[in-house]
């Protein structure tokens, strides 16, 4: 008897049971599914998964990305060269009789110190530090009306010393030239910063710290939380979902990819940070129309307008950037492997100064750059360092790729006297 009214009360309640039972698996599976789905920590938006998350899944691209000029273009952290050149003796960069900026370690906080005859006046931190140190580093600092500022002393790697820093007054050192977050747009991933207008003046104040250093994964590749989510509960599905596919693309697409930074300082219309693959650039920069006077357009910056000078871009639309570089793998100076994207294009190419001499053809077939992509000085870009009070510019490539007559013929010579020292 105890039996049956068990059983009538099971038979009663078994549809309440199902769902009771459907309900508990639903909440069994929907904890499963957010503990996949963790909470995105990333300080740009929940759309975003953090650039760590890719190397659970790209760890060959996400190793080789890391050593990249891109990847180390901001940081809080400097290199050991720079630290070194902190030492006594090294440390001083004198303006006039009187003033002075030393390089100084106080703790672990590096920073740069005014002096006034001798006296120290104040001490500014280096907090961000803006270049990979291909060629020079600035430095920045929060003072403390939420803005950046920038410190008057760069480091200027390839002469390895102080110089500086770049349109800077060069009688005086000046601590309060501050930096618009357009600066962080091309060399960052993100800075959190709120914009106010009183009329057509715009004021920017930088939040402390919420910076994201560097030219990260989805800063190229757009927010890829969704991606990432997707793919962890889909371990078995190889083709990828909710991320743009850069091979679809038409080039004009890629290369705004690229000339979203380089190609130069323009008049900007809405933040660099929300640009996503496939956006138009014209809807990031007053578009300029004019005609490009390649003769006067600075090789610093520039890349986009000087390549699409070019004949090769003009007579093949298909040129990107990506046809040449590789942007996950560090290949700077590796001139012998960029040579040949170039021989991908022009299989066979007769010039007037082929001999039989094997030797001078192979040096030839593994640099087509020094000739027709030479180093040009930048005029936007010149240090004054100390030490000589010598005027550098940033020797950078052309990217107007054509036939210099001058630096082949250097080029040449030097080619043929390695050839007849051996
Ligand atoms: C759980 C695994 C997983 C994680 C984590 C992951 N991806 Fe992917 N991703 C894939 C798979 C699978 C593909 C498709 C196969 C391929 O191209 O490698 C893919 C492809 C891609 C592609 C190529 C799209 C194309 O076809 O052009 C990009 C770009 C990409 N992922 C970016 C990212 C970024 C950025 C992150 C980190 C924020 C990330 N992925 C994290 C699994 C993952
Ligand atoms: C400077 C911009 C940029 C950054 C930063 C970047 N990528 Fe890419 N990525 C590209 C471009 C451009 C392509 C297309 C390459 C091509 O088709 O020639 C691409 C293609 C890919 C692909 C598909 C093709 C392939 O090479 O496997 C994956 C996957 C990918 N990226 C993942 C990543 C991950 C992960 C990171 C961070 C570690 C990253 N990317 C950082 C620009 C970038
Ligand atoms: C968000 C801005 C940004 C985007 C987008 C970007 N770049 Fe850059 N790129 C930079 C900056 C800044 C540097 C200088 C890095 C440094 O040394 O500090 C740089 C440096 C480079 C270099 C020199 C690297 C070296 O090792 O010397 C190459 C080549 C390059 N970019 C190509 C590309 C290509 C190709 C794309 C598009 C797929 C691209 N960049 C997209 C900002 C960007
Ligand atoms: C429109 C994009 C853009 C803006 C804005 C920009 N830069 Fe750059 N910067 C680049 C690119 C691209 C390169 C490297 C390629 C070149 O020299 O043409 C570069 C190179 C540099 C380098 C040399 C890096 C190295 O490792 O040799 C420094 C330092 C630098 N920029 C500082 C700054 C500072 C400081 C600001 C703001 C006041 C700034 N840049 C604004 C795009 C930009
Ligand atoms: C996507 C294909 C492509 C790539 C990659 C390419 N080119 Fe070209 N290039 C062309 C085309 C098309 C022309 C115009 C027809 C011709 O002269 O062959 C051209 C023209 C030239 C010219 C003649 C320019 C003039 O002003 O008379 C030179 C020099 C040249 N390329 C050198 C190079 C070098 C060096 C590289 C590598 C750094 C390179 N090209 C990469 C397609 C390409
Ligand atoms: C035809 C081949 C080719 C194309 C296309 C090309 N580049 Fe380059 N780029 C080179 C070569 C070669 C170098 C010199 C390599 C080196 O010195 O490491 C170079 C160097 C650079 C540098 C470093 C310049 C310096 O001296 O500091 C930047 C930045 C750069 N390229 C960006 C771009 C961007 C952005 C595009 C597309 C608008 C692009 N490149 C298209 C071949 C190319
Ligand atoms: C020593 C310098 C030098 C080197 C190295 C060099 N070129 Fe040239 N190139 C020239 C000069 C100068 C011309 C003009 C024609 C001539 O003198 O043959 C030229 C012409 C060209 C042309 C145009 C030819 C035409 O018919 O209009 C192309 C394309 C070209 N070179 C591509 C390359 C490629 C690709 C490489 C590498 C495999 C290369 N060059 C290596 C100096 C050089």
């Known amino acids: 008897m105890q039996l049956v009214r068990i059983h009538t009360f099971l038979n009663a309640n078994k549809r309440k049971s199902a769902v009771l039972l459907l309900l508990s698996l639903i909440f069994f599976l929907a904890t499963c599914i957010s503990n996949t789905k963790t909470k995105s920590t990333d300080i740009r938006s929940d759309k975003y998964a953090g650039t760590a998350t890719c190397i659970n899944c790209h760890k060959t691209v996400y190793d080789n990305y890391t050593k990249t000029a891109h990847a180390a273009t901001s940081s809080n952290q400097l290199p050991e060269e720079v630290q070194a050149a902190f030492a006594n003796g090294n440390n001083i960069f004198h303006f006039n009789d009187s003033e002075y900026v030393a390089m100084e370690k106080t703790g672990n906080v590096f920073g740069q110190s005014y002096y006034r005859n001798g006296k120290k006046m104040f001490t500014h931190p280096i907090d961000i530090v803006v270049g990979s140190g291909r060629k020079a580093q600035t430095y920045l600092y929060y003072n403390d009306k939420e ?66 250093y560097g030219i990260d994964c989805e800063r190229c590749h757009g927010p890829a939380k969704e991606h990432v989510d997707y793919h962890t509960e889909h371990s078995q599905v190889k083709e990828a979902k909710y991320i743009t596919k850069i091979a679809g693309l038409n080039a004009l697409q890629k290369n705004d990819m690229c000339a979203l930074c380089h190609s130069g300082f323009k008049d900007v219309q809405q933040s660099l940070f929300n640009f996503k693959p496939g956006d138009n650039l014209n809807n990031y920069y007053i578009p300029d129309y004019g005609r490009v006077d390649t003769a006067h357009l600075d090789v610093h910056g520039n890349q986009t307008q000087l390549m699409m000078a070019s004949k ?111």
């Open 147 to 212: 803005k950046i500022s920038q410190l008057p002393i760069s480091y200027f790697i390839t002469e390895h010393d102080w110089a500086n820093s770049p349109g800077f007054p060069a009688d005086h050192p000046k601590f309060d030239r501050n930096v618009p977050s357009y600066c962080m747009g091309c060399h960052s991933s993100f800075v959190d910063v709120k914009q106010t207008y009183t009329g057509a003046v715009m004021q920017e104040a930088f939040q402390k710290n919420k910076i994201i």
């Open 312 to 422: 090769c871009f003009q007579l093949n639309n298909n040129l990107t950037c990506n046809s040449c570089h590789n942007v996950h793998v560090k290949e700077r100076d590796n001139i012998s492997l960029l040579s040949q994207r170039c021989i991908n294009c022009h299989q066979q190419v007769k010039h007037s100064f082929d001999s039989n001499d094997k030797n001078l053809t192979a040096a030839l077939q593994h640099n087509c750059i020094d000739c027709h992509m030479p180093l040009k000085a930048s005029v936007a870009i010149t240090m004054q360092t100390m030490a000589n009070a010598k005027i550098y510019p940033d020797y950078i490539r052309t990217h107007l790729i054509t036939i210099y007559k001058e630096e082949s013929r250097k080029f040449l010579d030097s080619l043929n006297r390695t050839a007849t020292k051996k």
